[in-house]
């Protein structure tokens, strides 16, 4: 079946521009995670949702970060004013069910991820 | 200090060699540990996980957990040049509704034919 898909695979953007990644999880899925990964670093929790609430938003660095699930389905997550730290792949993971469900935890399944670069 | 820690690399080890991949951590509230496997370009995947302190084994790939010394490793037998990627160590608290995944920094493992 078909896997987390994200798009675009690559994004290029000037210092000061918005932007806009988007994630398809895999049908069904409640939870939703998007993650940042720099250049030789694991991935770093961004933010999570349950569906289309979102639960945690503790990772987002500052407020020119903004994510949205709508339908609890697609995700968007948007970069305002993009800075040339903001330069990193975006991961987004789904997994069937919320995290810290008893004694077990789904997996995460990963997209490809977004490589976005600011000049 | 990071929660997790792990050895960068870069590794290079021939063909058929044991490769040794490990993390330590500093937080005890830690309950699941997990190994990813990342190809260049390529999201995350789960190679294995575990909750307990121990080892576990899957085909080439052993797990193993010691939660008195915060440290786990991964093994993996008769390497082959398929398993050449950025090997990532994880690790997670349950019972929280907002429950998140800490990973270490990667370990870059290339293995020579």
């Known amino acids: 079946g078909a896997g987390v898909s994200q798009s675009p695979r690559y994004k290029v953007a000037k210092r000061g521009q918005d932007v806009a990644l988007r994630c398809d999880p895999i049908s069904g899925h409640v939870s939703l995670f998007w993650y940042q990964q720099a250049l030789g670093q694991g991935p770093e929790f961004l933010t999570y949702f349950q569906n289309e609430a979102q639960l945690d938003k503790s990772g987002l660095p500052s407020d020119r970060f903004f994510a949205e699930r709508p339908e609890g389905s697609v995700s968007t997550l948007k970069i305002q004013r993009t800075q040339q730290e903001d330069s990193a792949v975006y991961l987004c993971?789904?997994?069937?069910?919320?995290?810290?469900?008893?004694?077990?935890?789904?997996?995460?399944?990963f997209g490809p991820g977004t490589r976005l670069t600011v000049l | 200090q990071k929660e997790v820690e792990q050895d960068p690399g870069p590794l290079s080890v021939p063909e058929g060699a044991i490769v040794s991949l490990n993390c330590t951590y500093s937080n005890s509230a830690f309950q699941y540990f997990m190994w990813y496997r990342q190809y260049s370009r390529k999201g995350p995947e789960l190679l294995m996980y575990t909750y307990s302190s121990g080892n576990k084994e899957d085909g080439r790939f052993t797990a193993q957990v010691d939660k008195s010394s915060k440290y786990i490793s991964l093994f993996i037998r008769d390497s082959q040049p398929s398993d050449s990627a950025t090997y990532l160590c994880a690790m997670q608290t349950l019972y929280s509704s907002a429950s998140k995944i800490i990973f270490g920094s990667g370990t870059r493992l290339s293995i020579r034919p």
């Open positions: 993971a789904s997994s069937p069910r919320p995290p810290g469900q008893g004694l077990t935890t789904d997996t995460q399944y």
